[in-house]
């Protein structure tokens, strides 16, 4: 635990608080939890202008101190001192939006009447001047009995200022904590802080029309939701379309690793764990590395950009309808890429009941990590074939897969919402910020922050698995010569065994009751667990080795099979991951559990369905 | 014109008004206090922006003072638009 004096930096959601954070600590920056809590706590560091060092944390948006969310609970315990696990803070910086102050000066006015070492960070001043709006910092600064520096985060200006002015109040003071919050009343800092706006506001153009003129197409009632669907449609298409090339390169450096080990290691054990475990296994991940980035370069540039409270505005209505709000479509839509963030996104849905909701329906969304089980199913059994002008038949069945996740997580949510979370909800409340360009070096931390997430993932839970795998697969070994695959005598072979009685009800051969135990921690696995498992059981004999997993699956399995095993995994049982968070973001194995057990059943039903639909149709 | 005594939610585009009475009693305590922490209070100045969907125009997208806020018509229906 350092030592180093405190900073907060508080404000209103859509003040620009984590640009501005990342403006002071650049990417010197560490993201942790509060103990107890499900609130992340970021942190970075920054210099004084003296050289002293300081830490700064980014606590959640919120619009007064007193809380309605663990979020909000948070944010209030910090800067009074009181946060379990926490510092005493040496000072705050309160982040206000220049061209909202009348709305986020009263937020500012009760952190102010907390007493402690105070700067305001007069917040996108720039788009307050494009808005026709000239500010006087001075009458501010006078009117608050604070500093005020006005700042451009995203730009970058104002930022030294703002650290020549935290520089003094860091020097001054002692930290102390505040035991009574001065509640004050509400309406009366309303009125101050309408009073103090007016006063700043020296002149004030007729607003420019920006944000309008854009909201008048895109949330058109007609135009809107057209706009909405060709924005996924781009979106997914460019998952495919652009992360080909770089996956082609990550493949060649997987073989060129694998090259390299079998010309380095002796042949034996260890040059089978590190080429069909370590190197097949977590190589089998890595290469979706380039797809999950372009996915979330979209979601966070339709974040940044403030466009993404409009498709929630589009999208409230058909949600309302299986009882959630449009709130639930953001995290909803970052379960495309994964549903872990999608998860902890959904701490910005205040009603516990369609936070719950949202958080059980995420894994139906079809995550990146069942991209890989999809396109190997798909190549090998679902011919090239086209099927209309431009559409072909593979894409096709793509599509309907992903259709079926959307329809199941709708279907699931309007049952829940009548009988486990049954009630009332807080209906949809949403502040619409103005549009703006996305800042770069923004948009790359963010992107960085969850490529290491992503990687550190597979260097775990993936590479143990696998290895964990491999070795089921490979111990005990069949004696040569005694006819016996290596697969039969193996640890794995009797765990299949046992479980091959249930499965075979739903079309499922041993192969699959391999893949499917690993794929529990990561579903991306059963690719390279079946990759792993054809590896070994063609040991020593050449040409089957050199056959593709794809032709591999074409001789083995029956079309119904694959199918099978398609409609399994667009509910499967999610990944390990995937039940940490949700047990974390619950508070308890109560959530989790449950959720374990409706995905299996529906997983379990959807797959003999089609199993024995296929088989009576003569498929 | 707008008649007298109508709520927000009937309140056509672009028209600026000024909210009068508000009816806290139909909301719950989160309701309430979540629109006032977003500004809605007797006094405030609101214009609707846009209105979602081409049959029920709900939700609703409201400019009160400089911000913009989206919120349901159910909401802006207990909100009276001050004469």
Redesign the interface.
């Known amino acids: 635990m350092t030592t180093l004096p405190l900073v907060a930096l508080v404000g209103n959601p859509n003040a620009g608080k984590s640009a501005l954070f990342n403006a002071l600590t650049g990417s010197r920056q560490k993201t942790g939890n509060y103990p107890g809590v499900t609130v992340e706590r970021h942190a970075g560091r920054l210099a004084l202008d003296d050289g002293r060092p300081v830490e700064l944390v980014d606590l959640p948006g919120t619009y007064s101190l007193d809380p309605s969310s663990p979020d909000e609970e948070v944010t209030r315990d910090v800067v009074t001192g009181h946060q379990t696990g926490e510092r005493v803070i040496s000072a705050i910086i309160v982040v206000v939006d220049a061209a909202n102050l009348d709305n986020h000066l009263r937020f500012a006015l009760e952190l102010i009447a907390l007493g402690l070492p105070t700067v305001v960070a007069l917040n996108m001043v720039d788009l307050a001047q494009r808005d026709g709006l000239t500010l006087d910092p001075e009458i501010l600064s006078r009117a608050l009995g604070v500093p005020v520096v006005p700042t451009v985060a995203v730009r970058k200006r104002g930022i030294d200022l703002l650290k020549t002015a935290l520089t003094s109040l860091v020097a001054t003071t002692q930290p102390h904590s505040v035991d009574t919050v001065p509640v004050g009343d509400a309406s009366e800092r309303r009125a101050r802080a309408r009073e103090i706006a007016d006063a700043v506001i020296i002149s004030e153009r007729p607003a420019s029309l920006w944000t309008r003129r854009i909201d008048d197409v895109v949330l058109n009632p007609v135009a809107g939701p057209f706009i909405l669907a060709a924005l996924l449609f781009v979106m997914f298409q460019a998952v495919f379309a652009w992360a080909q090339a770089p996956v082609a390169i990550i493949e060649v450096g997987i073989a060129a690793l694998q090259d390299f080990a079998t010309q380095t290691i002796p042949d034996g054990w260890l040059r089978s764990l590190i080429n069909d475990g370590v190197i097949a296994g977590v190589g089998a991940v890595v290469v979706f590395l380039p797809q999950i980035l372009i996915l979330f370069a979209f979601i966070l540039i339709l974040e940044m950009t403030g466009y993404m409270v409009r498709a929630a505005f589009l999208m409230d209505r058909m949600m309302a309808r299986v009882g959630l709000s449009g709130r639930a479509f953001i995290p909803l839509l970052s379960s495309f890429a994964c549903a872990i963030p999608g998860i902890m996104a959904t701490r910005t849905i205040e009603d516990p009941k369609d936070r719950l909701t949202t958080i059980l329906i995420a894994p139906l969304m079809t995550c990146s990590a069942r991209l890989p089980v999809y396109a190997v199913i798909i190549a090998a059994f679902i011919p090239p074939v086209r099927v209309g002008p431009g559409i072909g038949l593979q894409g096709l069945v793509l599509f309907c897969l992903y259709l079926a996740g959307i329809a199941g997580a709708m279907i699931v949510a309007l049952v829940l919402r009548r009988s486990v979370t049954k009630g009332r909800g807080l209906g949809f409340m949403m502040e619409m910020p103005r549009y703006q360009l996305p800042g770069l070096h923004d948009l790359f931390l963010g992107l960085w922050q969850r490529a290491a997430i992503f990687l550190k993932r597979a260097g775990t839970i993936i590479a143990v698995t696998t290895i964990i795998l491999w070795a089921l697969l490979s111990f005990p070994q069949a004696a040569p010569n005694s006819g016996k695959s290596q697969i039969d005598v193996s640890i794995a072979g009797h765990i299949a065994n046992g479980l091959e009685p249930v499965l075979a009800p739903i079309g499922f051969n041993r192969d699959i009751a391999f893949a499917l135990i690993p794929a529990m921690a990561a579903r991306e696995v059963a690719v390279s667990a079946l990759a792993t498992t054809y590896a070994i059981q063609s040991n020593g004999d050449d040409s089957a080795r050199d056959q593709t997993l794809v032709e591999r699956l074409r001789v083995g399995w029956s079309l119904p099979t694959a199918l099978a095993f398609l409609a399994w995994f667009v509910f499967a049982p999610q990944c390990i991951s995937t039940i940490a968070v949700v047990k974390r973001e619950t508070n308890g194995w109560k959530w989790p559990i449950f959720m374990v057990i409706y995905l299996f059943v529906l997983a379990y039903v959807a797959a003999g369905v089609t199993y024995w639909l296929s088989i009576y149709f003569g498929l | 014109m707008v008649a007298r005594c109508v709520t927000l939610d009937q309140l056509p585009t672009d028209h600026p008004a000024t909210l009068g009475r508000i009816d806290w009693a139909a909301l719950?305590a989160?309701?309430s206090?979540?629109?006032?922490?977003?500004?809605f209070?007797e006094g405030a100045h609101v214009v609707i922006?846009?209105?979602?969907?081409?049959v029920?125009h709900?939700?609703i997208?409201v400019k009160i003072?400089?911000?913009?806020?989206?919120?349901?018509r159910?909401?802006a229906s207990a909100m009276q638009i001050a004469p």
């Open positions: 719950d989160r309701e206090r979540r629109l006032r922490e977003l500004g209070d922006l846009h209105k979602a969907g081409l029920v709900d939700p997208a003072g400089r911000m913009t806020v989206a919120i349901r159910q909401h």
